[in-house]
């Protein structure tokens, strides 16, 4: 999107995340164009209106540090990222905001998705104001113009192919994996012969097998 001249720049926390990304970015054709900095959201390494746009994917849940969450307050990313970015120029938040990955099995799955575990870092008694899907609140509550969100939608069918079941499988774990104390003991008995790919009745197997999950998109314009 940025060809011929303009340029990317990657920012994580992580030291582990950023060589990998390097390493990925070095074999491309873009390699040039991108390059990647160790930092903190709540305090990026940039001056002010530095870029044309900005955006996160995933990293301002709410939440206490310790959960690895970008702020016990998110406005404090959201201003960082209006902070280093051009008049008039973009900042957007991305986020998973849900999924149906047990066809067949709703019950099962809403009651897998109604537990604690499956809800952090958004934990009861948190303000409903720090949900992610009050984002254009956030936005509006730092006059950022504008402001608009769109829901985008992955699907997959089977046949699958490798790479998407192991991204599955660890999905059932990612949103699931924890919940065994919440829910009863047939349920996850349940669960773990649906999840697991060693059950001859693994939900990957399906010939029909069937699944969606969406990601949104919040983002607006920062005022002249």
């Not at 340029?7 to 070095?26: M, Q, Y």
């Not at 390494?45 to 702020?71: I, N, Q, R, V």
């Not at 660890?170 to 999840?195: H, N, P, T």
Request: a negative charge; charged letters at 25%; aromatic letters at 12%.
């Amino acid at each position: 999107a940025v060809l011929p001249d303009g340029h990317v720049t990657g920012v994580d926390i992580s030291r582990d995340f950023l060589s990998h990304a390097k390493e990925i970015a070095g074999k491309s054709r873009l390699a040039k164009q991108v390059s990647f900095q160790e930092g903190d959201m709540n305090k990026l390494p940039f001056d002010d209106d530095s870029f044309d746009w900005a955006w996160s994917k995933d990293c301002l849940w709410p939440g206490p540090k310790e959960t690895g969450c970008a702020a016990e307050d998110p406005l404090l990313p959201v201003n960082e990222l209006k902070r280093v970015v051009k008049p008039r120029g973009i900042i957007a938040a991305l986020f998973w905001s849900s999924q149906k990955l047990l066809p067949g099995y709703p019950l099962l799955e809403a009651r897998l998705s109604a537990t604690y575990a499956a809800n952090l870092p958004f934990t009861e008694g948190t303000n409903p104001k720090l949900h992610t899907l009050r984002t254009l609140g956030w936005l509006q509550a730092i006059n950022i113009e504008e402001p608009k969100v769109r829901t985008f939608v992955a699907e997959v069918q089977a046949p699958l192919n490798n790479k998407t079941r192991n991204a599955l499988t660890i999905s059932f774990q990612m949103f699931w994996g924890e919940a065994e104390s919440e829910v009863i003991a047939e349920d996850w008995a349940e669960f773990q012969q649906l999840s697991r790919p060693d059950s001859p009745d693994f939900i990957l197997n399906l010939p029909d097998y069937y699944a969606f999950l969406t990601y949104s998109l919040f983002y607006g314009k920062v005022a002249k």
